[in-house]
């Protein structure tokens, strides 16, 4: 499947952004769909990932309670509105998918097929 993110930008401190994550391909209700973010120098973390058979979310420790990530299958998309932003949430946020799995995957490496990132920049 071919993930293409959107939404990215400049905002400022407490503000608010909704990431938008389009998915072309066949059987979108069928993966697992994860956000990561990542910062030069620092590898790409966790932030957010919502199931395919449940539609259960978990977060990374830092956002929660600030993001929700949400999907839409008859729009094979997914998003993540993010609230409160603080400057440490700047990043590339990078959008990802992991095919019909039981196990709730929160590494990089689990995910098979990844959106092509959207700048967040939040200023202080």
């Known amino acids: 499947v071919q993930l293409q993110a959107s939404g990215g930008g400049l905002v400022q401190a407490g503000g608010s952004l909704r990431l938008s994550c389009a998915a072309a391909?066949?059987?979108?209700?069928?993966?697992?769909l994860g956000w990561f973010r990542q910062v030069p120098g620092k590898e790409r973390e966790f932030v957010a990932v919502i199931t395919w058979n449940n539609g259960r979310t978990y977060y990374a420790d830092s956002v929660k309670g600030r993001f929700a990530i949400s999907r839409d299958n008859a729009k094979n998309t997914v998003y993540l509105q993010m609230n409160s932003l603080k400057p440490e949430d700047t990043g590339v946020y990078y959008c990802a998918s992991r095919f019909s799995t039981i196990v709730v995957a929160f590494g990089p490496d689990e995910y098979d097929y990844w959106g092509q990132g959207t700048q967040v920049t939040v200023s202080s």
């Open positions: 391909g066949r059987s979108f209700s069928r993966y697992t």
